[in-house]
């Protein structure tokens, strides 16, 4: 009964983490237009950096002395990833719809399954793999290589599960000693810091206070999703609570209508499915790999 309240829990918690990553993708959208790009990664960076280093300072996982050599090295090339993810990703979320965006994105959990395979020899079964081409296939229906919705936009969105790739590589090999929010603050740090370079070598929009407070909010939701991701992995089973990541794209959608009259059309919606379909596949062969061995708690994996 305990296990099943506590997979219930980390689920509750997974949909709360995912609707603080999404209504923070919405928000710092509406800032599309009006402010640059890097002015909207540095300003919603420096509220970001500053909730996660007070959470981080209240948990005392500050002390970045704790961190071996080793570890260092894959925490800067974890940042390195979620630094270029999120660059691509609100480069394609300024200019394309916030629902497609997001439903590329989702792909991750399935190009990861390859890249664990080409990059760090774990084997994967003809099922996984089927799964992962078809999840590729979702990809492409939504992208649409050819057709006039293809665009930039949608290359760089498709560079943002890249990125990410490479940022979840980097988490499955950190030591299990390295504290998660000291990790998510020197990333959050590293994508303000990136923001701060491009709006010093770019231009400078006016920025009013409704811009503030909107990226201050943003940060705020973004900041919800990073403690809950935090909060989810420490209670349930990751094979029952992981499958509740695709919630996020209820959230793209429905802000997508309400905020920007944004409505997916049939073949964004028949990839997404496609996408979610193959993803809770993959999720439902790796738990079944993992028994009957509990499966493994991934470190908190942040979101752009």
């Not at 919603?44 to 948990?59: D, E, I, M, P």
């Not at 996408?275 to 991934?298: F, K, Q």
């Amino acid at each position: 009964m305990d296990r099943r309240s506590d997979n219930l829990r980390g689920a509750l918690f997974m949909v709360v983490g995912m609707a603080g990553f999404g209504l923070n993708d919405a928000l710092i959208k509406l800032t599309a237009g009006e402010l640059t790009l890097f002015q909207a990664i540095f300003l919603r960076g420096l509220f970001a950096t500053a909730l996660v280093a007070g959470l981080a300072g209240w948990r005392r996982a500050l002390d970045l002395r704790t961190i071996a050599g080793r570890d260092r090295r894959l925490v800067a090339l974890r940042a390195f990833g979620e630094t270029g993810a999120t660059l691509c990703f609100l480069y394609a979320l300024f200019h394309m719809p916030l629902a497609n965006a997001t439903a590329i994105v989702q792909a991750v959990p399935l190009a990861l399954t390859v890249a664990a395979a080409l990059v760090l020899g774990e084997r994967v079964g003809w099922r996984r793999a089927t799964a992962a081409g078809l999840g590729f296939v979702g990809v492409l229906i939504i992208v649409r290589p050819g057709f006039a919705g293809f665009t930039a936009y949608s290359l760089s969105a498709m560079g943002a599960v890249g990125f990410l790739v490479l940022r979840d590589l980097a988490t499955r090999r950190l030591s299990a000693a390295v504290p998660s929010l000291t990790v998510t603050l020197i990333t959050a740090a590293s994508i303000t810091a990136m923001g701060g370079i491009g709006v010093a070598a770019g231009s400078w929009q006016p920025v009013a206070p409704g811009h503030v407070a909107l990226l201050a909010t943003a940060a705020v939701f973004l900041f919800v999703g990073y403690l809950f991701m935090v909060k989810t992995m420490r209670v349930g089973d990751v094979g029952f609570v992981a499958p509740f990541r695709y919630t996020i794209l209820l959230w793209a959608v429905l802000a997508g209508i309400v905020l920007f009259d944004e409505w997916p059309d049939a073949w964004t919606l028949a990839g997404s499915a496609l996408i979610v379909a193959t993803g809770l596949y993959t999720l439902h062969r790796e738990r079944r790999r993992a028994s009957p061995r509990e499966a493994p708690r991934d470190a908190p994996r942040d979101s752009h």
